[in-house]
C-alpha cells in the first residue's frame, strides 16, 4: 500500500502548481532567477520529468525509489505529509477490505474539478460489491 499510495501521489499530484519569491538571485539549471521575481513552480510536471523517473509517463505502484514533490520540498515540506499518508493507507486499507468489483457508475468520464492548481474529479460516481467475507461478524 505505501508504494502504491507514493505513486498516485507522484503521478496525479494533488496540488499542480504553487508560487515562490526567492528573497535573493538562485541559480537553477544554468538560468539565474533574480530576487523578487515570481517563480511558477509545475509540480505535476516536476513528477513526470524523464530525468528524475523511468518510465515517467508510466504508472507504477512499484515504483523505488519514488523521490516526487508532491508535498513540495526542503523547508516548503508539508507539515501534513505524514499523516496525508498515513490517512490515505488506513482509509484505502479498510475501503478496499470491505467492498470490491469497483466500477465507474457512468458511461461517461469523470469530469475533473475546474481548478488550475488542485487535480481530481468534480464527482465520482462509483458502483462496488460489500465484501461479505470482511462485512460477516466475527
Known amino acids: 500500500m505505501p508504494t502504491a499510495i507514493e505513486e498516485v501521489l507522484r503521478y496525479r499530484s494533488p496540488v499542480q502548481w504553487m508560487m515562490r519569491t526567492p528573497r535573493r538571485d538562485v ?3 544554468g538560468q539565474v532567477v533574480p530576487a523578487g521575481q515570481l517563480v511558477l513552480a509545475m509540480i505535476g510536471s ?3 520529468d524523464p530525468r528524475q523517473f523511468s518510465d515517467a509517463g508510466r504508472f507504477n505502484i512499484s515504483r523505488d525509489p519514488n523521490p516526487h514533490v ?6 516548503h515540506f508539508c507539515l501534513g ?6 490517512e490515505s493507507k488506513i482509509a484505502l486499507s479498510d475501503l478496499l477490505g470491505r467492498f470490491e468489483n469497483f466500477e465507474l457508475a457512468a458511461d461517461q468520464p469523470w469530469q475533473p474539478r475546474e481548478a488550475l492548481n488542485v487535480h481530481g474529479p468534480a464527482r465520482l460516481l ?3 460489491e460489500v465484501n461479505r467475507r470482511a462485512a460477516a461478524p466475527a
Open 81 to 86: 505529509a505524514a499523516l496525508s499518508r498515513l
Open 46 to 48: 516536476a513528477n513526470r
Open 27 to 29: 541559480e537553477v539549471h
Open 126 to 128: 462509483i458502483r462496488f
Open 70 to 75: 508532491a508535498f513540495g520540498h526542503g523547508i
